[in-house]
């Protein structure tokens, strides 16, 4: 049995007291009180279940309308929904906030007013727009509560009802003070980020020019020492043919002439100075080459290639090297009588020049320093190896030979650049390689390969 709501009177059960004469027309009449009782006993069931479902979808009509406001509530962008004439009929929070007015203020009014006036004829003509269905995207400006304009990027959209009738449109706009301050923020954020690239350039620029210069010095320094060298010997050679000659002029006789020229080693002094005089010519060639290429440190590229012989390059750059320094250690020749190459003969002496100095400078405390220079030709290649019998290359260095300013000699003594510009001057500049490994002879073993014909 259903159950009886307050709101519904209960039906009477109990039939009226019945005081007829006869007992069968009495019969009849209480079967048909039972019908109506029953009767109205099932209508009345009905009825609380009419009543329980209106209940029911009252409670759920609630709850829709609940969320749809929450949904409309939290929407930042402002929302305007008209009729198809234009009269607003319900907005959001967004839009009261925006123009500081009460929804009741609003409700039915033309959606022009909402507007600055500069926008009123476009937005009069949106109802004539969702009609013939064109997209309508746009900005326009509110009037905040003081009259101010309040920028929006809106977009109108038609409505529909259930029987899929236009029944007006629905506005979306979306602030555009945000957008402008989130586009200013991006342009600041923009500017900065342009400014620190600069400032990376430009420290990248100083960064450049120190190596550059390392470079230029480090390579310099070489010939500028052998100059050095040569000129020392000179200076000595022209105090002694002074004293010699002073001797002379001075009527010295035959006998203790002689012996002077003796003590003074002329002779000697005389045959050295020509080769004296060509490797310091050859010197500042090399500086003055060096200065010129002073390009190849800042804009890598390829030199003209020449056709030189290997062989009198290694011995130059023995001499160079060997003249340079205060130790002679055992040099260890294994080379064939010439090696003809077509390349940078510059590059490939200013390389040898740097492996040989590595190699000296790895013998410091070595006892009996040896150094083994070797060279050969290889399937196209010419190759040449610069070993010593100095301690080698420690292990845990191995990674890092090659990289610009490493170094492990004492402050002041070593840039930790000759190997770097070596291997770039052997693959960039020369199309070759250069490697290392251990040599049989105990230190490192470093191999130059070149090719025979140079490729650009
Ligand atoms: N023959 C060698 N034996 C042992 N270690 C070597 C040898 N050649 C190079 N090295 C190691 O490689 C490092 C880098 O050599 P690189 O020629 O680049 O710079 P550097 O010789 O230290 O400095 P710079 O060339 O300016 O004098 C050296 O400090 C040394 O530790
Ligand atoms: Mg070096």
Redesign the pocket.
């Known amino acids: 049995m259903s159950k009886h709501p307050a709101s519904l009177p209960r039906p009477p059960h109990a039939p009226p007291h019945y005081r007829g004469p006869e007992r069968r027309n009495r019969r009849a009449d209480d079967q048909a009180w039972i019908e109506v009782i029953t009767q109205m006993d099932r209508i009345y069931a009905d009825l609380v279940r009419y009543q329980v479902e209106l209940e029911q979808k009252n409670a759920d009509l609630e709850d829709a309308q609940r969320f749809i406001q929450s949904v409309i509530s939290s929407i930042s962008d402002v929302l305007i929904v008209c009729d198809i004439n234009g009269q607003v009929q319900k907005v959001n929070p967004a839009l009261l906030e925006a123009i500081g007015q009460a929804e009741a203020e609003i409700l039915g009014r033309p959606l022009q007013q909402l507007f600055a006036p500069e926008y009123h004829a476009l937005i009069e003509g949106f109802p004539e727009h969702i009609r013939s269905d064109t997209v309508i995207d746009c900005e326009v400006s509110l009037l905040d509560h003081k009259g101010q304009p309040f920028p929006l990027a809106v977009n109108c959209s038609p409505r529909y009802d259930h029987d899929n009738r236009l029944s007006g449109f629905v506005i979306t706009g979306r602030p555009l003070g945000e957008l402008q301050k989130a586009y200013r923020d991006l342009q600041a954020a923009h500017e900065t980020l342009k400014a620190t690239q600069q400032q990376l350039l430009q420290s990248e620029k100083m960064a450049s020019l120190g190596r550059l210069v390392a470079g230029v010095a480090?390579e310099l320094?070489n010939p500028i020492s052998f100059l050095y060298g040569n000129m020392h010997a000179l200076a000595d050679y022209e105090r002694k043919l002074k004293q010699y000659l002073d001797a002379i002029h001075g009527g010295i006789d035959e006998a203790k002439r002689e012996a002077l020229r003796k003590e003074l080693r002329i002779d000697f002094l005389l045959s050295d100075m020509g080769p004296l005089v060509e490797g310091s010519l050859e010197g500042a060639e090399r500086v003055s080459s060096i200065v010129q290429n002073l390009r190849r440190f800042s804009m890598p590229q390829q030199q003209a290639a020449e056709s030189f012989d290997l062989i009198p390059v290694i011995e130059r750059a023995i001499t160079w090297v060997l003249k340079a320094s205060s130790r002679s250690p055992r040099i260890e020749r294994q080379l064939p009588e010439h090696l003809p190459l077509v390349n940078n003969e510059g590059h490939v002496h200013q390389i040898l020049i740097?492996?040989l100095?590595?190699?000296m400078?790895?013998l410091q405390d070595t006892a009996e320093p040896a150094i083994r220079i070797s060279a050969g030709e290889h399937q196209g290649l010419a190759w040449i190896e610069?070993?010593?019998n100095?301690?080698?290359?420690?292990p845990e260095?191995v990674s890092r030979?090659?990289d610009p300013f490493?170094?492990?000699?004492p402050v002041g003594?070593?840039?930790?650049?000759?190997?770097?510009?070596?291997y770039g001057l052997a693959t960039e500049q020369c199309g070759g390689q250069l490697s290392?490994d251990r040599s049989e002879l105990g230190?490192?073993r470093?191999r130059l390969e070149l090719p025979m014909e140079h490729r650009t």
Do not use: C, R
């Open positions: 480090h320094n740097n492996l100095q590595n190699a400078d790895a610069v070993e010593d100095g301690p080698g290359i420690a260095h030979i090659f490493f170094t492990t000699k003594s070593g840039t930790g650049l000759g190997l770097y510009i070596s290392f230190g490192a470093f």
